[in-house]
């Protein structure tokens, strides 16, 4: 191990706190976290030198490769400007910019406000506090309360952590607001809907929840009950935006808009933190009029100049590289190449793929879970490392979504580097032996 990265470790272990992250394990002698230094397009290179790649899109967040030209020079070149600017009391070009095309997506008269913020959570929680405010200055004051579903995941501040339906994550922090939880519309369509101001859901997928697809149509259904009982939709597509599912937005498949559209994690391409949320003109009028009506929420660095910068310039790139319409022979290379993964090794259960985003569930030969204590999950994306592959699990579910501009080369090294990865778990061998990747393929170190 080179100086430089030991001593990278030591100052980490010694001071960092990690997210989501058992300390005690992070912090135990023998193990041994990477320290990754730079990046380039679907590559991350780590301080000993050894190439990457970025299966998981840096947590769901990049889209275009790591350091892709256009965004680099769009923010530097702001940043020769100015960092940041003051969204309280002033405005800039940029923002004003991105609002216009993020509403442009949508026909005219639907989503045609933009809140800034910083992180999916902050988009979210302003979806709420808007959700809720609306009622009470719309002459529904009772509406205060939230349905969302079983398992879902929408952020960690406290009102979005109210929404969370993971136990593991949110049984602590159950402070927010009110909130029912349903598993599906049938649960729904029995509530009393006298109280509830909106009902949020991550449309076609469900994220956090090992990569779980809704049925075709259901986001449709959704928004033809939202219709009839009052109840606003709210979306949050921070995980499904900008792409990962195969159309610019989630919601598009099923032609639904919302009353509320929360984005965050590509919205830059996965460079910066910055996050939108996105509402009707017809519940933004209800915020004007009287001084007390206004909407009290914000951060310092809302509408911050260096992310708009990113946002816009990774819009552009999606046309320059025809992105989405490069984006559907990916998401069926994935689909046969899981396919043909799945044939080769008993232990995957099943394969769930929504667009470009893949969970690959492991169980055992028969069909039954692994004991939690094995963490087989977390051994196979350890293996894939040696095999040039990062990627996280979701218990025991791999999630394999890399940046959308993956080339169909460096995607057979993916799937590759998953396959040798599984194989090299002790106790679980491949059925038939597993193409090996032609060496033009061979991921250097
Ligand atoms: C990641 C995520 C969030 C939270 O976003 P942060 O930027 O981590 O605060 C909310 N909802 C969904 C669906 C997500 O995937």
């Avoid at 509406?143 to 593991?168: K, M, N």
């Avoid at 460079?271 to 929420?297: C, Q, R, S, V």
């Avoid at 977390?378 to 894939?384: G, S």
């Amino acid at each position: 191990m080179r100086d430089d990265t030991r001593r990278w470790i030591l100052a980490d272990q010694a001071h960092c706190w990690h997210p989501f992250t058992r300390q005690g394990e992070w912090c135990a002698p023998d193990h041994d976290p990477l320290v990754l230094t730079h990046g380039k397009g679907v590559w991350l290179w780590d301080s000993e030198g050894r190439r990457y790649l970025d299966g998981n899109s840096s947590i769901w967040t990049n889209i275009h490769g790591h350091a892709h030209p256009l965004i680099s020079a769009a923010v530097r070149a702001q940043l020769e400007k100015t960092a940041h600017i003051s969204f309280l009391g002033f405005t800039h070009p940029l923002a004003a910019e991105l609002a216009e095309k993020l509403c442009g997506f949508f026909p005219k008269h639907t989503l045609e406000r933009v809140f800034f913020s910083d992180d999916g959570s902050t988009a979210v929680e302003c979806a709420l506090k808007m959700a809720v405010q609306y009622r009470q200055q719309s002459g529904e004051p009772q509406r205060g309360a939230f349905v969302a579903f079983a398992d879902g995941y929408h952020g960690d501040t406290l009102g979005a952590a109210s929404l969370g339906g993971v136990g593991r994550f949110f049984e602590r922090f159950k402070h927010g607001y009110p909130v029912t939880h349903v598993r599906s519309l049938d649960e729904l369509r029995h509530l009393d809907v006298k109280e509830i101001a909106g009902v949020v859901i991550e449309p076609l997928i469900q994220g956090v929840n090992e990569m779980r697809p809704w049925q075709a149509g259901m986001l449709a259904e959704l928004r033809s009950w939202c219709d009839q009982t009052g109840v606003h939709l709210i979306l949050d597509e921070v995980m499904t935006g900008f792409g990962r599912t195969g159309k610019m937005f989630a919601c598009q498949h099923e032609n639904v808009i919302p009353d509320f559209l929360c984005l965050a994690k590509g919205i830059t391409g996965g460079t910066l933190p910055m996050a939108a949320t996105l509402t009707t003109g017809a519940i933004y009028k209800a915020f004007l009029g009287a001084p007390e009506n206004a909407f009290y929420y914000g951060h310092s660095y809302t509408a911050n100049p260096l992310g708009c910068a990113a946002a816009l310039a990774s819009l552009e790139v999606f046309e320059e590289e025809k992105t989405l319409e490069n984006l559907s022979a990916k998401i069926g290379q994935l689909r046969i190449g899981l396919a043909a993964l799945m044939a080769a090794h008993p232990i995957i259960h099943e394969i769930r793929q929504c667009g470009f985003i893949a969970g690959i569930e492991l169980r055992q030969p028969d069909g039954g879970k692994f004991p939690p204590a094995s963490r087989v999950g977390e051994k196979v994306c350890q293996a894939a490392r040696a095999h040039g592959l990062l990627t996280r699990p979701i218990l025991d579910t791999i999630v394999l979504m890399p940046p959308l501009c993956i080339d169909s080369g460096e995607l057979d090294c993916a799937i590759h580097a998953l396959g040798a990865a599984i194989s090299s778990i002790p106790g679980i061998h491949a059925a038939a032996p597993f193409k090996v990747p032609s060496p033009r393929l061979h991921i250097r170190h």
